[in-house]
């Protein structure tokens, strides 16, 4: 079959990856470079790229342009849950792709500082109830998918243990509010999980998924098309038939293809297909979709604290007046860097509303700004930038947030990324949406 992918993100050259052996796959994306919402890029080209992502600078110290030409800013930030049985890991190594990881575990910012968050008599405390929890019958988890993981806290949180399930969830979905938050879908989520490191982070930098799949697929007879912007899906009679393209060196060409598969966030899928072709409340139930939000940051440490490398803390911030009550955030310091130097990568988590809104973020950035204290108290940056995000994951996983399937009422036009029903948060959930595409298309 001839396969047409639209993005060059974890989602597109996941899904081509799978696809390239057995058919003819080509790869079109609009940037010059690969990997989407999990792109590196030279600071100087930072802030141009991230108006395409659905990002704003909130503030930068000294200003972007001031900043050494010598780094390099990841736009994803790390892989979260699973960490080498999630979905990213777990293709590359099926494809024989050798990258290595750095992982860790969780410390927290708290009243001190301890890490890991839970020390081993912790654990063996709680476990007994976290296992009742983890192994409940997939019936029984089916059944919690309708309860939210603040019914569950209020059932369940004791002690350490309504620590745990106040932060993880959250981490997981990037959603603040407990009361949205299925409590099914998380203990899924855990329960596919279990093992292996919170966070990991690829040792070259973020860019190097991408380009190992890249490399692969070529290997394997697919084409990448950079910089080359898909203007519309040709659709014939409910039927996907091609694609028009339009920036790039082939602007207005017509290709046809067997299968589409589109990667773009998929609320602007209507930008690239006429939504007359498709039933009203699909389109109106794709539309509606919530993509989650954070801001985000990167500080550059005057002084490298080498006893912090390769590690990741989270915070809880309560009663911060943002959806939720409480704000969840990480600090993060695995991020590559040049050499001598440290960069800390940190989030916390808002809606894409509160993201949308300067005055907001700037109340976050305090927030991440006292956790970073916290942890190294008096610290001086080189420089510093936040900047926030409203698309985050391409689709929430709460309860009133139905993820959509990713086949489209058009025939032979399919939706692949982090905006579909697949396992996983982010970047694993984009890779893990090329596994249902192609068992979609039973080849
Ligand atoms: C700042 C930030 C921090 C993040 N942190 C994390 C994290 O810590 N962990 C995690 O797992 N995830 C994180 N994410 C989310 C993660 O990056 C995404 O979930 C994932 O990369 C999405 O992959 P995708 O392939 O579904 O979509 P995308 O990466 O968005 O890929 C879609 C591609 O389509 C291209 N495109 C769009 N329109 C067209 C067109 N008309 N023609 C051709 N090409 C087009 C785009 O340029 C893009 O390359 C973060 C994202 C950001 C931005």
Redesign the pocket.
């Known amino acids: 079959m001839k396969i047409c992918i639209?993005?060059?993100?974890?989602?597109?050259?996941a899904t081509a990856a799978h696809l390239a052996k057995k058919h003819e796959v080509e790869i079109?994306?609009?940037?010059n470079l690969l990997?989407?919402?999990?792109?590196s890029c030279k600071i100087e080209n930072y802030e141009k790229l991230?108006r395409?992502?659905e990002?704003m600078i909130v503030s930068a110290t000294p200003s972007i342009g001031e900043v050494a030409s010598e780094y390099k800013l990841d736009?994803?930030?790390?892989?979260?849950g699973g960490g080498k049985r999630g979905a990213c890991v777990k293709l590359l190594k099926e494809l024989g792709i050798e990258l290595e990881f750095i992982g860790s575990k969780l410390g927290l910012i708290g009243e001190e500082v301890s890490y890991p968050i839970l020390s081993s008599s912790d654990k063996l405390k709680m476990l007994p109830r976290i296992m009742q929890l983890l192994f409940t019958r997939k019936s029984k988890i089916e059944e919690m998918k309708k309860i939210s993981m603040e019914e569950m806290i209020e059932k369940y949180g004791r002690g350490k243990l309504k620590l745990v399930l106040e932060l993880f969830p959250r981490l997981i979905t990037t959603v603040n509010d407990l009361g949205k938050i299925s409590a099914g879908e998380t203990f899924f989520a855990q329960r596919e999980l279990m093992g292996g490191d919170p966070v990991i982070y690829p040792k070259n930098g973020l860019n190097e998924i991408a380009v190992s799949l890249a490399k692969y697929i070529e290997k394997n007879g697919g084409k990448i098309k950079l910089g080359?912007?898909?203007?519309e899906i040709i659709i014939e009679e409910g039927v996907a038939k091609g694609i028009k393209i339009?920036k790039g060196i082939k602007a207005g060409e017509e290709k046809e293809y067997d299968v589409v598969i589109s990667?773009?966030?998929v609320q602007?899928i209507f930008?690239?297909a006429n939504k007359k072709h498709f039933p009203e409340d699909w389109a109106e139930y794709i539309k509606n979709l919530k993509p989650t939000g954070?801001l985000?940051a990167y500080h550059a440490l005057r002084e490298a604290k080498k006893e912090l490398d390769g590690k990741s803390f989270v915070f809880i911030e309560r009663n911060a007046g943002f959806e939720g009550n409480d704000v969840v955030g990480m600090i993060d310091f695995k991020m590559n860097a040049p050499k001598g130097k440290q960069l800390i990568q940190s989030?916390a988590i808002c809606t894409p509303e509160e993201a949308k809104n300067k005055a907001k973020m700037e109340e976050l950035a305090k927030i991440i700004e006292k956790h970073l204290e916290k942890l190294i108290p008096s610290y001086k940056m080189e420089w510093y930038i936040y900047?926030s995000?409203w698309?985050?994951?391409?689709v929430a996983k709460t309860i009133d947030n139905e993820k959509p399937d990713v086949t489209t009422p058009i025939k032979n036009l399919y939706i692949?990324?982090?905006?579909v029903n697949s396992k996983?948060?982010?970047?694993?959930?984009?890779a893990d949406?090329a596994r249902l595409i192609v068992n979609n298309l039973k080849i």
Do not use: Q, W
Not at 6 to 13: D, P, S
Not at 228 to 231: D, I
């Open positions: 639209i993005g060059a993100g974890i989602g597109g050259l079109y994306e609009r940037e990997g989407g919402r999990a792109l991230l395409k992502f990002m736009l994803g930030f790390h892989l979260i080359t912007e898909v203007k339009g990667t773009l966030p602007n930008t690239i954070s985000v989030y900047s995000i698309h985050l994951d391409g692949a990324g982090d905006c996983g948060v982010g970047m694993n959930c984009a949406s």
